[in-house]
């Protein structure tokens, strides 16, 4: 009789918890997990660490559960750093096992040996472990996975020594049901819902973590029975609030007094599942006083460092929910709903008119990823997202290599949803080589591809702190259509306004991965 490994114990283990699609980039430390690779598993290859990280995070945004990722030693964990930091500030349950040397070679500082492997991926895990025996995996694993998936969620790491997984084991497996959430203390709320009551003008800041929850239904309830403006925290990685909704207001810049400047109207300010607030330049003007404001956050560590404030801890459905037991209709007027800039022309092929034509062909259903940066502002005006269960995606660190990946992965988790990614030339090259994983897995995706011919966000922010000659920021040259065919999608140039609707139209029914290049005029929006 064939004893009982490691190996054997982790993957029923894995199967328990929901973990058996893995993404990965192989090398030999991880030989002993992978071999002899079940049926009833599926291994999502890609060609870079970066790329890999990226697409488990996408995928585990979309489908709101954990998803396992195998790195390749200290290499392949260096390689996945930059995409591994987006999935922390993503709040991504990313389980992170990276293959090691085996035990006996350790202390010699061996070749592909990780030294010191958990300390690697930290301040940006949650918890990070290389066990003390082999018969430890299976159970650090499964901790993993409850440190993962508990509020505030995030990625974590384990790393496992080769000769580990073929070790024997008679412990048992041990799957326990996921941690849930938790709801808010019962003081605060009635506190929170005694100032709503109180309030002539009172406003909702959503962010990123109330479409994680699953809440953007219930929100938009809450604001409804205010008759709230409800604005979009800066910097927010998913949409959660219909931005067609007559209640919506808007987007706040990520500069402390656009902040101040757009919430001086309102007499309460309720945030939830954001920081308040995340910002990105200083203009070193003094900030006008911000109303009275609440924070609903599960992050303790959010509540800590706003500056001002009452905070009250809960996960969002659960803290939305017990705000809609708490308070009643309210008869204040609405706000006036947003205006919209008018539609462009099609005298020039610029950003704003892909992103306006984009709106007019996306099903209802689509799920757009975006990473183009010197364009954010402009998709906010002319590409609405409306979806109430994931309709968006991006990256909340503001480090590049998400979008094409992140469309693959979102690809995986959502086969009846049409993904889309919109990506700047220069973010597109820091995950590439995910064009391959989706022609592999045959994804029937589109690619819109923004070329500007250089880093503009760069630019244009250098611009406005007084830069000059800045190196680095030019690019041009790319072929990105026969780029894309050399990876196995399908490539499409288009220089051109007039054929822009045609292109988009035939990729967006292409049931294979299809690329659009679109040679953008330059723009010189301000970004914030």
């Known amino acids: 009789m064939n004893k009982r490994t490691v190996l054997d114990a982790t993957r029923e283990l894995l199967r328990e918890l929901g973990l058996t699609t893995v993404f990965g980039n192989p090398g030999t430390t991880e030989v002993p997990f992978l071999t002899d690779w079940p049926d009833d598993f599926d291994y999502v290859l890609g060609l870079q660490e970066s790329a890999v990280v990226a697409m488990a995070d996408a995928y585990a945004q979309a489908t709101r559960r954990a998803v396992l990722v195998n790195l390749h030693s200290a290499g392949g964990v260096g390689h996945g750093l930059g995409s591994l930091f987006n999935a922390y500030r993503n709040r991504t349950p990313l389980i992170i096992v990276a293959g090691q040397q085996i035990r006996s070679l350790l202390p010699h500082e061996p070749f592909l040996g990780a030294m010191n492997a958990p300390e690697f991926p930290k301040p940006y895990v949650k918890w990070s472990v290389e066990p003390a025996t082999a018969e430890d995996v299976p159970a650090a694993l499964a901790r993993a996975y409850h440190v993962a998936t508990q509020a505030p969620s995030g990625p974590v790491f384990v790393s496992v020594p080769a000769d580990d997984w073929t070790a024997t084991t008679e412990r048992p497996v041990i799957s326990r049901p996921r941690v849930r959430g938790f709801a808010p203390d019962p003081e605060a709320v009635t506190e929170l819902a005694a100032a709503l009551e109180a309030a002539e003008r009172p406003a909702i800041v959503v962010g990123g973590a109330v479409d994680h929850d699953g809440a953007v239904v219930e929100t938009v309830a809450l604001a409804e029975r205010l008759n709230a403006g409800v604005w979009v925290a800066p910097m927010s990685y998913r949409c959660s609030f219909p931005e067609n909704h007559p209640l919506f207001q808007g987007f706040l810049d990520p500069e402390r007094g656009a902040v101040s400047d757009r919430l001086a109207a309102y007499d309460l ?202 190196p680095g920021t030019q690019l041009g040259g790319i072929d990105f259509a026969t780029l894309a065919a050399s990876m196995g999608c399908q490539g499409i140039a288009i220089t051109e306004a007039t054929a822009l609707s045609g292109a988009l139209t035939a990729a967006l029914a292409d049931k294979r991965p299809t690329l659009v290049h679109v040679r953008v005029s330059a723009s010189n929006r301000s970004l914030y």
């Open 269 to 470: 300010v309720v945030v939830l599942g954001a920081p308040a607030f995340t910002y990105h330049v200083d203009r070193g003007r003094e900030a006008a006083p911000m109303p009275p404001l609440f924070i609903v956050s599960d992050d303790e560590q959010v509540l800590a460092r706003a500056f001002e404030g009452t905070g009250i801890r809960a996960t969002p459905k659960l803290g939305v929910r017990a705000l809609l037991n708490a308070v009643e209709r309210s008869t204040r007027p609405a706000p006036a709903p947003l205006r919209r800039p008018a539609k462009p022309g099609n005298e020039k092929l610029t950003a704003e008119f892909v992103y306006a034509t984009l709106a007019d062909l996306l099903p209802d259903n689509a799920l757009v990823v975006e990473e183009a940066p010197s364009h954010r502002g402009i998709m906010h005006d002319h590409l609405p997202i409306t979806a109430t269960d994931t309709g968006f995606l991006t990256m909340a660190s503001g480090t590049l290599g998400y979008g094409v990946p992140g469309v693959v992965g979102a690809a995986l988790a959502l086969p009846d949803r049409k993904v889309v990614g919109v990506i700047g030339d220069g973010s597109s090259m820091y995950g590439i080589q995910a064009l391959w994983t989706a022609a592999r897995q045959e994804l029937p995706v589109t690619f819109v591809i923004l070329d500007n011919t250089e880093y503009a966000a760069v630019r244009i922010l250098g611009d406005a702190i007084g830069g000059a000659k800045l």
